[in-house]
């Protein structure tokens, strides 16, 4: 007797898929916060906003390019079971551009996969002000990248998830 | 209150992660690797096409076969950019320094924000289904 049924095996790996994908936004939203709007210096008592935005910012880099890893990892081997089982009930559906905004985030966090090494050097090396621009444009690339991977998954797993 | 900002504050370099032929690599792989994707997108060249359903995968490029449910060629179109795009990293560390230096860092997050109205034209089946 199988100890839990197809649907729930995959729905647990979808599950860890978006664990370590929250992990990997808040990080980068906080980094991307923290390189747009850099918390000089504060007088008087902070905010929840400056907190937000005045976080080691050099210290996510490495642990972003893990979980982006482990994220695309586990998107990858959930693909797997979405090619069958989902993307075909909602293409007979007549749901293309949902299905469009898939194929889009495959492309992006592929992307993505091929920008962490310059990110992580570029984070490595953040006191050289030659890298400031790309440094900054790339993390808010990612960061946008990132929210835009979680909702398309969110809204596909609405229109149809594995159980 | 008054309060040391902490947000651009880095580790210290090392070596390895402030060398030239590291900088060169990490900004070639990214520049050669969107470049790669999008070829590889375009022309439809994956370094294998996986078929789920039978759980089978065929090197190269391979059509959906009556009764073996769809093709998937992601997987190969990210591994074929996987295998390229460091190999040209490697390839542009051999260069001379000052070649290497002058590898325009903009191409680096230019490229992928370009990428994107490329993506959505590819996509353009999607948007337009009837």
Not at chain 1, 15 to 37: D, E, K, N, P, R
Not at chain 1, 61 to 79: K, P
Not at chain 1, 111 to 124: D, H, R, S, T
Not at chain 2, 9 to 17: I, K, L, M, W
């Amino acid at each position: 007797m199988d100890l839990i049924s197809v649907p729930t095996w995959w729905t647990i790996w979808m599950l860890f898929h978006l664990i370590v994908s929250v992990g990997l936004l808040g990080a980068l939203t906080h980094q991307a916060v923290a390189v747009m709007m850099p918390v000089r210096k504060v007088a008087g008592p902070v905010g929840f906003v400056t907190r937000f935005r005045a976080v080691p910012a050099p210290g996510y880099a490495f642990a972003v390019c893990i979980m982006w890893v482990i994220t695309f990892i586990l998107g990858s081997y959930i693909y797997i079971k979405y090619r069958t089982y989902i993307r075909i009930p909602i293409e007979q559906a007549g749901y293309w551009k949902t299905q469009g905004f898939f194929d889009f985030k495959e492309h992006v966090a592929s992307i993505g996969l091929v920008l962490l090494p310059a990110y992580w050097f570029f984070w490595k090396n953040a006191q050289d002000p030659e890298y400031d621009t790309a440094r900054k444009v790339l993390t808010v690339f990612l960061c946008v990248a990132c929210w835009f991977l979680f909702i398309v998954g969110h809204v596909l797993n609405n229109t149809r998830g594995f159980a | 209150m008054s309060t040391t900002n902490t947000t651009t504050a880095a580790p210290a370099r090392t070596s390895a992660a402030s060398s030239t032929k590291v900088r060169t690599f990490v900004v070639t792989v990214a520049i050669v690797g969107v470049l790669v994707y999008c070829i590889c997108l375009f022309f439809n060249l994956p370094a294998f096409t996986y078929h789920p359903a039978v759980n089978r995968v065929e090197l190269w490029w391979g059509p959906a076969r009556s009764g073996e449910g769809p093709a998937m060629y992601w997987y190969g179109w990210t591994v074929t950019t996987l295998i390229v795009s460091p190999i040209v990293g490697f390839l542009a560390t051999l260069l001379p320094e000052n070649v290497g230096k002058k590898i325009p860092l903009v191409l680096v997050w230019l490229l992928p924000i370009i990428t994107i109205p490329y993506l959505i034209w590819d996509l353009r089946q999607w948007w337009f289904h009837p």
